[in-house]
Nanobody, 122 residues
Framework: QAQLVESGGGFVQPGGSLRLSCAVSGITMEDYAMGWFRQAPGKEREGVSCISTDDKREYGDSVKGRFSISRDNAKNTVYLQMVRLEPEDTAIYYC????????????????WGQGTPVTVAS
C-alpha cells in the first residue's frame, strides 16, 4: 500500500521561502512520476509542479520561476522548494504519484498524501 506523507508547510511572510517534502513508502518511487498540487479555500485543486521518472519538470504558470521540484529516489522523497512566496500561494499542498506520464492534471494520479498547509501572510 502506497503511503505519501508531506511535511514542511507552515506560516511564512510574503517574500519568504519554504521547502516541502513528500516521503514515499510502499511503492518504488523511481518507477513513478510525482506531482505537487494545491487547493486554496473555496477553489479547485490545481497542479503546481510535476517531475517525471527521468527528471523532466513542469510548472504551473503561477509558480514558474519561483518554485522548483526535485526528487531523491534513494531517499524516496520528492521536494518542492518555494521562494518569493505570495499570499496567493496559501493553500493545502499535496503530493501525488502516478505510473503514467508526469502531468499537472490530478485525475492522472493514483496515490495521494494528506497534504500540508502553507499560509503566506503579513
Amino acid at each position: 500500500q502506497a503511503q505519501l506523507v508531506e511535511s514542511g508547510g507552515g506560516f511564512v511572510q510574503p517574500g519568504g521561502s519554504l521547502r516541502l517534502s513528500c516521503a514515499v513508502s510502499g511503492i518504488t518511487m523511481e518507477d513513478y512520476a510525482m506531482g505537487w498540487f494545491r487547493q486554496a479555500p473555496g477553489k479547485e485543486r490545481e497542479g503546481v509542479s510535476c517531475i517525471s521518472t527521468d527528471d523532466k519538470r513542469e510548472y504551473g504558470d503561477s509558480v514558474k520561476g519561483r518554485f522548483s521540484i526535485s526528487r531523491d529516489n534513494a531517499k524516496n522523497t520528492v521536494y518542492l522548494q518555494m521562494v518569493r512566496l505570495e499570499p496567493e500561494d496559501t493553500a493545502i499542498y499535496y503530493c501525488a504519484a502516478t505510473m503514467r506520464m508526469a502531468t499537472l492534471f490530478d485525475d492522472d494520479y493514483n496515490y495521494w498524501g494528506q497534504g500540508t498547509p502553507v499560509t503566506v501572510a503579513s
